[in-house]
């Protein structure tokens, strides 16, 4: 389909990485729809610190410039591909990309494998919350962590979009949740989306704290650069720490996981397979039915202001759920 192609739609354009005055709202050319793809018409862009990293040039898969920011969004099915089968004009959708970029825009090009039904339960802000943070969350469980109903988890940064998805997830398959938050506001949301203890990794002796409780079976670690030399410290026999989030270097001692003979496990979800994908897709879908998938909105930007959500999504004081942009009512 061809007839969008000349119309022209608003995006947050980047033409060198860089900090956030690299950021300019543009009108530029809506996209083509391919033979595979879903041209979504977007209502609202999650905004994740990987966007971040992306805009800085420091990510390991960085995008031909000039680019459109953003993995995440929710809208209504504009166009589709002639090869697509599952979605149709007027759908309300989520995406999640992986490998490509694109939503801070009025518009934008998925490949239908990406795209997935929002149903009518949840708004646009919230569908633009699920896809990274939800999919994440379900990776480092599931298919790293390979976590079971029963095991005691620890989610460092539990306020967080991932946080949150995670406390979600975990509860809803029969773990006990010990939830890390920076703040009151934080301590309060950990314990409202459902974990059984809430800690604020900001006193000085929380790890103190933890360590007069049971040890972890499984931890989700979003800072690793502060806090994986503690993990090994409150893992329990066969332990499983996840690396989410790492923003520099850090010392660990690698003798305490030799007791425990616990493990240090990466995460990332562009390396996923595509099997492994649709399996988190289909596990968020039908958390969405069931009505347990209940993602946190902290702020919305409009798009105008997207540059100021890439810089609170790192230098916020303390994460409260996921930063939106509304890109259309």
Same mark, same amino acid.
């Given at each position: 389909?061809?007839?969008?192609?000349?119309?022209?739609?608003?995006?947050?354009?980047?033409?060198?990485?860089?900090?956030?005055?690299?950021?300019?709202?543009?009108?530029?050319?809506?996209?083509?729809?391919?033979?595979?793809?879903?041209?979504?018409?977007?209502?609202?862009? $999650?905004?994740?610190?990987?966007?971040?990293?992306?805009?800085?040039?420091?990510?390991?898969?960085?995008?031909?410039?000039?680019?459109?920011?953003?993995?995440?969004?929710?809208?209504?099915?504009?166009?589709?591909?002639?090869?697509?089968?599952?979605?149709?004009?007027?759908?309300?959708?989520?995406?999640?990309?992986?490998?490509?970029?694109?939503?801070?825009?009025?518009?934008?090009?998925?490949? &239908?494998?990406?795209?997935?039904?929002? $149903?009518?339960?949840?708004?646009?802000?919230?569908?633009?919350?699920?896809?990274?943070?939800?999919?994440?969350?379900?990776?480092?469980?599931?298919?790293?962590?390979?976590?079971?109903?029963? &095991?005691?988890?620890?989610?460092?940064?539990?306020?967080?979009?991932? $946080?949150?998805?995670?406390?979600?997830?975990?509860?809803?398959?029969?773990?006990?949740?010990?939830?890390?938050?920076?703040?009151?506001?934080?301590?309060?949301?950990?314990?409202?989306?459902?974990?059984?203890?809430?800690?604020?990794?900001?006193?000085?002796?929380?790890?103190?704290?933890?360590?007069?409780?049971?040890?972890?079976?499984?931890?989700?670690?979003?800072?690793?650069?502060?806090?994986?030399?503690?993990?090994?410290?409150?893992?329990?026999?066969?332990?499983?720490?996840?690396?989410?989030?790492?923003?520099?270097?850090?010392?660990?001692?690698?003798?305490?996981?030799?007791?425990?003979?616990?493990?240090?496990? $990466?995460?990332?979800?562009?390396?996923?397979?595509?099997?492994?994908?649709?399996?988190?897709?289909?596990?968020?879908?039908?958390?969405?039915?069931?009505?347990?998938?209940?993602?946190?909105?902290?702020?919305?930007?409009?798009?105008?202001?997207?540059?100021?959500?890439?810089?609170?999504?790192?230098?916020?004081?303390?994460?409260?759920?996921?930063?939106?942009?509304?890109?259309? &009512?």
């Amino acid at each position: 389909m061809r007839s969008a192609s000349a119309k022209m739609m608003r995006a947050v354009l980047v033409r060198q990485f860089g900090d956030v005055d690299q950021m300019k709202v543009e009108r530029i050319p809506i996209p083509t729809v391919r033979d595979k793809q879903v041209l979504i018409k977007v209502h609202s862009s $999650g905004v994740n610190p990987v966007d971040t990293y992306v805009r800085a040039g420091q990510y390991k898969m960085l995008p031909d410039l000039p680019y459109i920011p953003g993995k995440d969004a929710a809208g209504l099915v504009h166009s589709v591909g002639a090869s697509v089968t599952k979605f149709k004009p007027g759908d309300r959708v989520f995406s999640s990309q992986t490998n490509q970029m694109g939503t801070l825009a009025e518009y934008a090009c998925v490949d &239908e494998s990406n795209v997935f039904p929002l $149903g009518s339960s949840l708004t646009f802000d919230e569908g633009a919350a699920i896809g990274i943070p939800y999919f994440t969350a379900y990776r480092a469980l599931f298919q790293k962590a390979l976590a079971k109903s029963g &095991e005691r988890l620890l989610i460092h940064g539990a306020s967080g979009a991932v $946080g949150i998805a995670a406390t979600q997830i975990a509860k809803k398959h029969g773990m006990y949740v010990v939830g890390t938050g920076g703040t009151t506001e934080g301590i309060d949301l950990v314990r409202e989306t459902g974990a059984d203890e809430a800690v604020n990794h900001r006193d000085s002796n929380y790890i103190e704290k933890l360590m007069e409780g049971e040890k972890f079976d499984v931890i989700l670690e979003m800072s690793s650069h502060v806090n994986l030399g503690h993990d090994l410290t409150l893992m329990n026999s066969d332990g499983r720490t996840v690396v989410i989030g790492c923003r520099g270097p850090v010392n660990i001692n690698p003798r305490a996981l030799m007791g425990t003979e616990g493990s240090i496990i $990466g995460c990332a979800l562009f390396s996923a397979t595509p099997d492994q994908f649709q399996e988190i897709g289909s596990a968020v879908v039908k958390g969405i039915t069931d009505g347990w998938v209940k993602p946190v909105i902290d702020t919305v930007f409009d798009l105008e202001k997207a540059h100021e959500a890439h810089t609170a999504v790192i230098h916020s004081k303390g994460a409260k759920g996921k930063l939106i942009v509304r890109v259309q &009512e």
